[in-house]
Each structure stands twice: as C-alpha cells, then as structure tokens.
C-alpha cells in the first residue's frame, strides 16, 4: 500500500504541472491581464502600467512567466494580491479554515443522515417511508441553493433567529487579545448555512446509498447470512453496509475539493468569509494571483482526493490489492 500511494503521488506531480501550465495560459490571455485593477484607476498613467509591467516581468512571453511564477510557488510564495493588497498566502490562510467549518459542517451532516436515510429506504423498499425518503431527496436535488437560502432566511428571522448572518474577526497582526472565541455565537450562525448546504449533498449522498444498498442486500452472501439466524441489524450492518459503502467513497471523494473552493452562493447569501467569497472577490477584479493559487489549491484537493478514495477501497474491501 506505501509503494502504491508513493507511486500515485509521484505520478501526480506531472499532472499539477500541466493543469498550473493549463491555467496559467488561459488566465494570461484574459483581457487587461493581471493589471486590471490598475487599468482601472484614472490617476495611472500609461507610463506606469509600463513600468509595472516591466518590473513584473510582464512584458516578457507566457512560458517565461510560467517559470518565473513556478519558481516562486516552489518557494512558498503565491504573489501579491492587488485588490486586498497582501500576500496571497496570507488571504487563503485566513478564509480557508472559515470555508473548512462551514464545508466539513455541511458533508458531515449530509453524510450521516444520507447513510441513514439510505439504509432505511432500501430495508423499506416502496414503503411509505422509501417513498417519503426519496421524495425528500428528490426536493433536495431539484431546490435551487440560492432560493432556499432565501427562504430559510426569511422564515427563521420572522421567527426571531438570528442566524443568518456571520461575523469573524480574521486573525491578523492587528488582532489584540481581547477576541474571544464563543462557540454557542459561532454555533448559532454556523446552523442555517451548514443546512442550507447539506440539503445538496445528502440527497446525492441518500440515492447512492439506497441503490448501493439494494444491490447489497439481494446478493448471496447476505442470504445465507439471513439464513443462519443472525438479527436483521447484524447482517445490514456487519455484512451489507460495509460493502454499500464502497460505490459512496467516489461521490463524497468528488465532494472534498469543495473542502477549499467553498460554496460560492452559500457564502455570498450568508455573507460567509470564506474561500468561495475570495473567488468571487478575485475574479470580479481580476486578481490574478489569487485566481491562479485558488485554481491550483482545488486541484491538488482533487488529486489527493482521489487517493484517499483508492485507499478506502481496498480499506473497505479486502479483495482490492495495490501493489
């Protein structure tokens, strides 16, 4: 397993390399380029957005910038952000760990009740409550996020809750320490948003688990151990489930890049600091250091992602082998 995972992670390095080349290019022919934001303040002269060009090295080719650029990511520098005037690293330093309590809130939520509401439903195929299940999950596929984040909004504040909005006090050099961290405020405005995006996840998350489960518990091995006398729990949970869990591994594996990405129109409704409102922020003004190190980021989310579902595979079924 040490070898396949050594060799898996070696194999992705020249897959990063191409998707930053992928990027970087198209990125570099957007119109205005990475001075954008300069192109757009009156009191900049021509003659200044030459200079900047040339100390930037922009008016040298694209694969030039590409190593130029390269060479700084392999030194831990992502470039200089122009619209929040900070380092790059310090702007995904503060939102990712905001978008990691919001994101791991809402799959964690999605997916417990989605393998719960999976389970039940296949045991009670075409009983009221598989009906009532899949109906649920059904609303939860075809609900536009933006307008049930609306309306979630506007029913729990006619009610007098309070939670949909957040406040964070993002750590910087400036920050004293008079900021406390108070879990039942940050619980508090953590629900409406980490439901609102759950709702997503786990009507995909119920389906696959319904079907994976019916699969499941029709196949042979599942009869004869019905057929020893074991209790209906014990051969659903110790001989089926295990197995229904295997196709799941690569719907959730395609859901932890949204780990770093975040959820844009969740974070906007809610006014989430998180990465999905640096995204926006980015493109809007064409930030294009920050655009390339989120790009980046998500894609190496991706790669290890998916890794992580090779070895839950053979973690879950002792008949996958990696050599």
């Not at 750590?171 to 980490?194: M, N, Q, Y």
């Amino acid at each position: 397993m040490i070898t396949f995972i050594v060799r898996r992670i070696l194999q992705s390095i020249p897959l990063l390399l191409l998707i930053s080349m992928i990027l970087f290019a198209i990125i570099s022919q957007a119109p205005g380029g990475p001075l954008t934001p300069y192109l757009q303040n009156p009191h900049i002269t021509a003659a200044d957005i030459a200079r900047l060009k040339h100390n930037l090295g922009l008016d040298q080719s694209v694969p030039i910038q590409y190593l130029h650029w390269l060479v700084q990511v392999l030194h831990g520098d992502f470039g200089y952000s122009m619209s929040n005037s900070e380092p790059t690293i310090n702007a995904i330093q503060e939102r990712l760990p905001v978008t990691l309590e919001l994101m791991v809130s809402a799959i964690g939520i999605a997916l417990i009740l989605g393998v719960i509401f999976g389970i039940v439903s296949a045991i009670k195929q075409y009983s009221w409550v598989d009906y009532a299940i899949t109906t649920l999950a059904f609303f939860g596929q075809s609900m536009p996020v933006f307008w049930f984040a609306l309306m979630v909004q506007l029913v729990f504040s006619v009610i007098g809750f309070t939670g949909f909005g957040y406040h964070i006090v993002l750590p910087s050099a400036s920050s004293s320490s008079t900021d406390t961290f108070d879990l039942g405020d940050r619980v508090e405005h953590l629900i409406l948003p980490a439901i609102v995006l759950s709702l997503l996840y786990l009507a995909s998350f119920n389906r696959f688990m319904r079907s994976s489960m019916l699969e499941v518990i029709h196949s042979d091995y599942v009869r004869t151990a019905s057929a020893k006398g074991l209790t209906r729990f014990n051969v659903v949970m110790r001989h089926a489930f295990r197995n229904a869990l295997i196709p799941l591994v690569t719907i959730v594996a395609l859901a932890v890049p949204d780990l770093v990405g975040g959820a844009v129109v969740t974070e906007k409704i809610f006014a989430w600091p998180g990465m999905g409102s640096l995204f926006i922020n980015a493109l809007s003004q064409f930030d294009f250091a920050v655009l390339m190190a989120l790009m980046c980021l998500s894609a190496l989310f991706v790669v290890l992602a998916n890794l992580a579902a090779d070895v839950c595979y053979a973690w879950l079924d002792p008949r996958v082998k990696y050599s």
